[in-house]
């Protein structure tokens, strides 16, 4: 079993940036994949990036140019730098990994955190 603690999370005003985090912990020799969605009420759960151990990326296309996803292997990490922020970009921040890539494209990670609040308003 795979365990994923997020940080980061916080309030920035528009155009702000922010950096988040995951951590994976546990049974992470069969990881390949790691990545960031996002969810606000009412609505589904949406890709933000995804990356490989090699480092091939996805992004969604809403964050494309803005956001940057990156990951330590040694330390099982994974980031999300967020530049230009906008208030539409508010959500909770969930990290997932799995062995395959597409299911963390496709929302069917098998390994979830607990989510992080990411508010962006002045």
């Known amino acids: 079993q795979v365990q994923l603690a997020e940080s980061g999370g916080g309030l920035v005003q528009p155009g702000g940036s922010l950096r988040l985090s995951c951590a994976a912990s546990g049974s992470v020799f069969n990881i390949n994949a790691m990545g960031w969605h996002r969810q606000t009420p009412g609505k589904q759960r949406e890709l933000v990036a995804a990356i490989r151990s090699a480092g091939g990326t996805n992004y969604g296309d809403s964050v494309k140019g803005r956001f940057t996803i990156s990951r330590d292997n040694a330390k099982n990490t994974v980031f999300l730098q967020m530049n230009s922020l906008k208030p539409e970009d508010t959500a909770v921040y969930y990290c997932?990994?799995?062995?395959?890539?597409?299911?963390?494209?496709?929302?069917?990670?098998?390994?979830w955190g607990q989510g992080t609040q990411v508010t962006v308003s002045s």
């Open positions: 997932s990994a799995d062995r395959l890539f597409s299911r963390v494209l496709t929302g069917t990670a098998d390994n």
